[in-house]
Nanobody
Framework: QVQLVESGGGLVQAGGSLRLSCAAS????????TAWFRQAPGKERQFVAA????????YYADFVKGRFTISRDNAKNTVYLQMDSLKPEDTAVYYC???????????????WGQGTQVTVSS
């Protein structure tokens, strides 16, 4: 059972930056596909970015390409989401998720964190 804990959310002005972290409880975490999803109030959860065990293979939703960067540090069992040029429409609860197999850009995922709130003011 993999436990995921997100951190790094907060309130930021439009154009600002935040870095989210997702810390995993298992050393085998490095073998998992890990993704960030987000859910805004009244909207469905949507894929944001994912990374495979090789950090060279990453995936992004079109609406974050060029602004967000996903990375992982396997030695620390942690995945990061660097978010730059934030917009008010990026406001949402951001969730970290992990799974061993399957398409990284879509659900289902096996393990989920509790989420961290990101609020971007205009």
């Amino acid at each position: 059972q993999v436990q995921l804990v997100e951190s790094g959310g907060g309130l930021v002005q439009a154009g600002g930056s935040l870095r989210l972290s997702c810390a995993a409880s298992e050393r085998t975490f490095s073998a998992y596909r890990t993704a960030w999803f987000r859910q805004a109030p009244g909207k469905e959860r949507q894929f944001v970015a994912a990374v495979r065990w090789s950090a060279d293979i990453t995936y992004y939703a079109d609406f974050v390409k060029g602004r967000f960067t996903i990375s992982r540090d396997n030695a620390k069992n942690t995945v990061y989401l660097q978010m730059d040029s934030l917009k008010p429409e990026d406001t949402a609860v951001y969730y970290c998720a992990a799974k061993g197999y399957g398409m990284p850009t879509s659900e289902p995922y096996d393990y989920w964190g509790q989420g961290t709130q990101v609020t971007v003011s205009s």
